[in-house]
């Protein structure tokens, strides 16, 4: 299985800014995609930006420009740097794992789901 936890939501002033940690941990053979999505409140949860194995990175268009996403394959994380933040940014941030992972001689895909951090960008 592979686990995901988030760290660094909290609570901003519209204008400001706010890093977004993401770390994977289990038994994780490669990394294919790392990305993080946000759920306002009221909303379905949105694709924010998403970073793959080989560094291409795509954004919402909400938030270009804004944020940016980059990861460190050698620790299995990902950040999301987060800058003039406005009030509708607010809402829960999951990260999300595509990582291939071995159990025992057999390999297998996993899409896992951190618990999400709250970030919210008061006006």
């Known amino acids: 299985q592979v686990q995901v936890v988030e760290s660094g939501g909290g609570l901003v002033q519209a204008g400001g800014s706010l890093r977004l940690s993401c770390a994977a941990s289990?038994?994780?053979?490669?990394?294919?995609?790392m990305a993080w999505y946000r759920q306002g409140p009221g909303k379905q949860r949105e694709l924010v930006a998403e970073i793959t194995s080989d560094t291409y990175t795509r954004y919402a268009d909400s938030v270009k420009g804004r944020f940016t996403i980059s990861s460190d394959s050698a620790k299995n994380m990902v950040y999301l740097q987060m800058t003039s933040l406005k009030p509708e940014d607010t809402g829960v941030y999951y990260c999300?794992?595509?990582?291939?992972?071995?159990?025992?001689?057999?390999?297998?895909?996993?899409?896992?789901w951190g618990q999400g951090t709250q970030v919210t960008v008061s006006s």
């Open positions: 999300y794992v595509d990582a291939e992972g071995r159990v025992g001689e057999f390999y297998t895909e996993y899409e896992s």
């Open positions: 289990g038994s994780i053979v490669s990394i294919n995609v």
